[in-house]
């Protein structure tokens, strides 16, 4: 439609239907029924709101979209379709690894080529936004939702944020694409101690520099909404948040999509005690330019009141209005109300097989090889096809559940285990035992408990199953011990305070060690775990995350050596609980080891070291390599000028391998305290056996820039330090200096 036909539009409709454009109600509200009872009544929802409702959460299928858009066409009087909008996190019905495992990858390339395909696969099947890429950045393995994001570090998250974007929306205009939806702004990840949906306070100058910069990259790189945080920000939550929203969104990074609350967020502020009640919830908010209220009544029920009064100008409605009938016009929802969605296109493009086989291409970089001890003078992994005999032991040996909380709509008829994928890799079943359930308890999930096993509870007792492992591992070489937290431990309100393996799988592992066999875990989880307790009883760890449809298939490919790992971890992981939150680019102290004080009062703990037990960037191969001899271009840099680090990679092994080579950056004076090393670049470099390569990596002014100490965003002259290393611990250094 042409935008002057959408004014003319929107010049039509009544203040009740432009507050309508500003509500999302879910699925629930468009049944069959007629009578408002269930989810309308208990949000109290008219029919009246129904009718002029702007969007729908959460609805997918193609044909109940089209149910959905005709029924409501119908019945409206100006015809305004609705989009439909959901979830698509890390894939629809093919599923890829969880974000946190992609991140892993450092292939940004390759997670915009994913997510293309991911937005093909839902488009067809009726979705037109995805609330997703999640970014907020992540440093505090107790929290749940660490799964959902791309990690700790905000330069990899911001390269992981603009290529989601970019995938998902790349074929928007020939309506193969979603628009992307930008969440969950503001500084979500910073909840205190990791627990959701908890209070978020710090700096501005950290706030902008640490956590803000992912989101920046999502709206640079065109994301079409951005759905606020259930955080607050200074002590305002996000959703109410007047200059979070208008003078940092708007007005400094221009950003002129769609801003929709994250569910319920604007009834929360009346738990938040900064609204007395809905009405004054949905004021605040509107005020704070939050054009799309999620699954409230309180836009719907209290906006054209507040209008009336006097206490809310009309323009704020027609602002957001304007907005979301921009959005709908820019997926084309005027000419096809349903996006050519159809069962018949969406089957023809639903977990194809190239679709499947991408995400095992993406688990070959996701997986991390985080120990492959010697045993017997060889490295544990990889295991050889004949010869040594194996076992499957652990409750996600046989398990298809191993996509993450997040893959509602995985279609696990296309995920083999790893017990099934290593039988067709061996050409007969592998001895196998269960072993132990993932948990012993599940009642803490509480009505989630229902969904805990997915339908895989064994009946006999836990000694029963350990009776049966060990029985089994006692006739083999190998023992391969798939492991981790249960699926619903991690992503939302999937906090915890103890991130160990439950004790009784590490016992399980600790008994077959005793054995005296060969013990390989893989690990199954959302989050960095502390695996200090697992360390003693095993020879090698595989970290395979939750890694989707064809994790069972990618697990086997690494672990007999098909494909050598090349992941690299995106968020450290620690030796205790107690050192969180945990990340590499910790600021300077005025006490840091090896400083000038000495002995005990230097930053640290009495009982634990201050490194986790594997770093930010960290992870094994199976063909060794080296970085040697980095050198600068120059030892000058100046503004408008580009400056080469170069070093070497060499191959020393007769295995071809990929290394991901990244490069720090460390500012040695500021005028206010500087992180120790900061990543500024990456690079996935593949060599053959032998082999020796040169690699470089530009270095600008503007990859030197901060937040100073008058709050504006700059670099400072002075001297700088380079390391480039295989992982944020190992790295080798040279100086230079930026010159004003
Ligand atoms: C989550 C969001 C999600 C929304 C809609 C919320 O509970 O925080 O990430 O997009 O629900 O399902």
Known sequence: MKEDDLRALMGQMTLAEKVGQLVQLDGGCFGASDVATGPRAKLGVTQADVDVCGSVLNVLGADEVRRIQDAYLERSRLKVPLPFMADIIYGYQTCYPIPLAQACSFDTDRVRDNYALVAEEAAADGCMVTF??????ARDARWGRVMEMPGEDPYLSARFAAAAVEGFQGGLDEGRGMAACVKHFAGYGAVEGGREYNTVDMSERRFRQDYLSPYKAAVDAGARLVMTSFNTVDMVPATANEWLMRDVLRDEWGFDGVVITDYAAIHELVFHGVAADDREAALLAIRAGVDIDMKTSCYAANLAGLVAEGLLDEAAIEEGCW????????????????????????????????????????????????????????????????????????????????????????????????????????????????????????????????????????????????????????GVDTVVLCLGEHMLQSGEAGARTDIRLPDHQVALAAKIKALGKKVVAVLFNGRPLVLTDLLPHVDAILEAWYPGTAGGDAVCDILFGDVNPSGRLAMSFPETSGQMPLYYAQFSTGRPKGGSHEGRFVTGYLDAPNEGLYPFGYGLSYHSARLTGLRLSADTLRPGETLRATVTLSNDSDIAGTDVVQLYVRDLVGSVVRPIKELRGYQRVATRPGERVEVSFDITEEMLRFWRRDMTYGSEPGAFQVMVGFNSQTTASVDFELVG
């Open 132 to 137: 997703s890429p999640a970014v907020d950045v």
């Open 323 to 474: 907005r979301v009938l921009l959005l709908k016009n820019e997926l084309g929802l005027f000419e096809d109300p349903y996006r050519g969605c159809s069962a018949e296109r969406a089957a023809a493009v639903a977990c194809t097989p190239d679709r499947i086989s991408s995400v095992r291409e993406m688990c070959a970089e996701s997986l991390v090889l985080l120990e492959n001890k010697d045993v017997d003078g060889s490295p544990a992994l990889p295991l050889a096809k004949v010869g040594e005999r194996l076992a499957l032991v652990g409750p996600y040996a046989d398990s298809q559940d191993i996509v993450g909380m997040w893959a509602i709509h995985a279609d696990r008829s296309h995920s083999r285990s790893v017990r099934e994928a290593m039988a067709a890799v061996l050409g007969h079943d592998p001895a196998y035992a269960k072993g132990c359930e993932t948990l012993l308890d599940v009642s803490f999930l509480g009505s989630f408990a229902k969904f805990a096993g997915g339908g895989s509870e064994d009946p006999r007792t836990p000694e029963e199953l350990e009776a049966e492992a060990l029985a089994v591992a006692a």
